[in-house]
């Protein structure tokens, strides 16, 4: 099993930045592909992106692409996400997720942490 814990999220105005970290538990981290949701009020949770378990691969919410990065640090068993050009509409409950490599769904899930982005 593993735990996740969210760190770095806020308030920021729009345009600004801020990067989301994830702190996972347990030694098996590296086997876990590694993800990004996020919930705002009244919405339905939406995928934002996600991550390989070598960080050689990258996948994207069109919603974000070009201006979210997510990367990973496998020695610190941490995954980042770093969020550019941030929106009002990017306002959310950001989580963090993990699914062993032959999983369908992602199976763990972080407490959330919010981020807000005001006009």
């Known amino acids: 099993q593993v735990q996740l814990v969210e760190s770095g999220g806020g308030l920021v105005q729009a345009g600004g930045s801020l990067r989301l970290s994830c702190a996972a538990s347990?030694?098996?981290?590296?086997?876990?592909?590694m993800g990004w949701f996020r919930q705002a009020p009244g919405k339905e949770r939406e995928y934002v992106a996600s991550i390989s378990r070598s960080g050689g691969s990258t996948y994207y919410a069109d919603s974000v692409k070009g201006r979210f990065t997510v990367s990973r640090d496998n020695a610190k068993n941490t995954v980042y996400l770093q969020m550019n050009s941030l929106k009002p509409e990017d306002t959310a409950v950001y989580y963090c997720v993990a699914r062993p490599e032959t999983a369908r769904v992602y199976d763990y899930w972080g407490q959330g942490t919010q981020v807000t982005v005001s006009s």
């Open positions: 347990g030694r098996t981290f590296s086997s876990y592909h």
